[in-house]
């Protein structure tokens, strides 16, 4: 008897974005895995993004159109209608990788926690700049994180039994937070081995980068502790040295 497939509920976050709302959009409708609940949650847009969600409401499973207090606060919004398996966060302006993805991260394993792969990065003019910096870990665990971000966030499917509300005291990187509290209780995290992801360049992280920093130290330092977070920084600033001096050199 064949084994029935999760259900993955898949969460768009949207906030005037009529430029690369139907793009996200299309990468998750075209999916070939049949099992997907598609939740958007807009933040009362005026630029014509509610107009182009409504082109496809009948395809959506739930949809929600109204002000929020930022970000994480819209991303709970959507965790609260999800009833699928598995979450996964999927906001505009980024992608699945294919239309055979979510298909092919559940064929990897049975039964997984977490399932994770690799992300591709684009610029605004949806031009591939290759794979993020950070290549993510073989076996992934809670501390995996300790030397940065090594897996973002739309290239992370959770069970959803798993997930909490996001902190909203965090503006920024409360995405670390929510991942490392899910990844302390999985007992079977899954690394499909493949890109699952497309990313855009330039969220609000990136424009509030030193705030974003900041608050990522924080969430470190909880995790991990103050000392060792201050000597894992040490390291990744001797990395990310060395990595800019060999890119300097290949491009001179």
């Not at 990313?199 to 900041?214: F, R, T």
């Amino acid at each position: 008897m064949t084994a029935v497939k999760p259900t993955l509920s898949i969460i768009t976050i949207v906030y005037n974005n009529v430029k690369d709302i139907e793009r996200t959009m299309l990468s998750v409708l075209c999916q070939s895995y049949p099992n997907l609940e598609y939740i958007v949650i807009d933040g009362a847009s005026t630029d014509g993004t509610l107009q182009l969600i409504n082109k496809y409401r009948p395809r959506l499973s739930k949809v929600i159109s109204e002000k929020d207090k930022g970000i994480y606060d819209a991303m709970n919004k959507g965790l609260a209608l999800a009833s699928g398996d598995y979450v996964l966060f999927m906001n505009s302006g980024d992608e699945i990788y294919d239309k055979d993805t979510v298909a092919a991260v559940f064929n990897t394993a049975e039964h997984a926690d977490i399932y994770y792969g690799e992300t591709e990065m684009y610029n605004e003019n949806w031009e591939s700049l290759g794979r993020r910096r950070h290549q993510v870990p073989e076996n992934f665990n809670w501390k995996s994180f300790r030397y940065g971000m090594n897996i973002s966030h739309q290239a992370i499917y959770i069970k959803k039994s798993l997930t909490e509300p996001y902190d909203l005291q965090y503006k920024y990187s409360s995405d670390i937070d929510w991942i490392l509290k899910a990844a302390k209780k999985a007992k079977l995290t899954v690394n499909t081995h493949r890109y699952v992801a497309k990313y855009l360049v330039g969220g609000v992280s990136k424009k509030k980068h030193m705030d974003s920093l900041k608050e990522r130290f924080r969430i470190f330092s909880k995790y991990y502790g103050l000392i060792p977070n201050l000597f894992h920084h040490f390291l990744i600033a001797l990395n990310l040295t060395g990595y800019f001096i060999k890119h300097r050199r290949t491009n001179d």
